[in-house]
């Protein structure tokens, strides 16, 4: 086991921001879109830690065979995060209770 933490990262191409949290298994269970500030990044970290409390702002989809998903949303409707790739139903699942469990109190990580 790991200790959870978003990491902030800088893409050195565009300039861009993201992060992802890592769960205490140490899986990345969250990644998120980009943007052009430190501080929006920031900002929807401290979003998720209100918004990943409650069940219906994950969205979850299926891509096809094999292949699960879930998107995080805002009160708006807005994607905020999300992640993809899963094999199985469950999987999906116990990355969703990662994030609500780890999600609202890992601390932030700057790589950027």
């Given amino acids: 086991m790991t200790n959870p933490k978003y990491q902030v990262f800088k893409n050195p191409e565009d300039g861009q921001f993201y992060f992802i949290l890592n769960s205490s298994d140490g899986d990345i269970v969250l990644r998120s879109e980009y943007f052009t500030s430190k501080k929006a990044c920031l900002e929807i ?6 918004i990943a409390r409650f069940d219906s702002n994950f969205k979850r989809t299926d891509l096809g065979i094999c292949t699960y998903a879930y998107l995080l949303e805002a009160g708006n409707g807005e994607i905020i995060a999300k992640c993809e790739g899963f094999f199985d139903f469950s999987s999906r699942e116990d990355a969703i209770y990662a994030v609500k469990r780890d999600g609202i109190t890992a601390p932030v990580e700057d790589l950027s």
Avoid: P
């Fill in 45 to 50: 970290i401290s979003s998720i830690r209100i």
